[in-house]
């Protein structure tokens, strides 16, 4: 059962964020964020976050404030980066060291955070944005090198928002960076029928790809 907090980003602005703990922790707490379609209540969001508490790892989820109000925009990058900030914050105040995950954009909003306000101990992207669904384009990645810390990016063979041909070479110029693939996943990591693995098979294997790694900071 998680804790339910307030997490107040602005003075008077509270978002929703919910806190599982588990039975006896076993390294450092995960601040998990959602992507831009789905808030904290996303099946993929719940099925990580208890796959990480079983593990030993305190995870706080949290909706960013457009998500909270039942938008479907997401907000301007400063509200993004004060909310995700003040989560933050909120998840060291009970003295875990923190590493700071999430999906498609929740894990984008992150890196913007570590390059400027740093605290967490490594980064883990579940589906990097790296093109625009917008555009098409490429977004800039100058931020990435100016965190300093380790950076786990679990990326799906057939993500068309983080093609493989431009996630390897980015993270090969990352010197703390590592990449983990999930064959033949898509951006919201399903698979086709034909491999046999269920959505719960997926996050199994990320979640234990996300455990290994944290066990080895």
Request: hydrophobic share 40%.
């Amino acid at each position: 059962m998680a804790r339910i907090l307030r997490i107040e980003w602005q003075p008077g602005r509270r978002v929703t964020g919910r806190l599982a703990l588990p039975g006896e922790p076993a390294g450092p707490a995960v601040l998990l964020a959602h992507g831009a379609g789905a808030g904290q209540d996303h099946p993929f969001v719940i099925g990580l976050r208890d796959r990480l508490v079983a593990a030993g790892h305190p995870t706080l989820t949290f909706d960013y404030p457009y998500m909270e109000a039942g938008r479907r925009a997401p907000d301007r990058m400063p509200i993004l980066l004060a909310c995700h900030l003040a989560a933050l914050r909120r998840l060291q105040s009970y003295g875990w060291q923190v590493v700071m995950a999430g999906k498609s954009m929740g894990g984008r909003i992150g890196s913007h955070l570590a390059a400027d306000s740093p605290g967490a101990v490594g980064l883990v992207f579940y589906g990097y944005p790296l093109v625009a669904p917008s555009s098409g384009g490429r977004r800039a990645t100058d931020h990435l090198h100016r965190n300093g810390v380790p950076m786990l990016f679990l990326a799906g063979s057939r993500d068309r928002l983080g093609p493989l041909d431009q996630i390897r070479p980015l993270v090969a110029r990352l010197p703390k960076a590592a990449l983990e693939v999930i064959e033949e996943g898509d951006h919201s990591f399903k698979v086709p029928r034909r491999t046999g693995m269920s959505p719960g098979d997926v996050l199994d294997r990320l979640a234990a790809l996300t455990v290994g790694w944290i066990r080895g900071l």
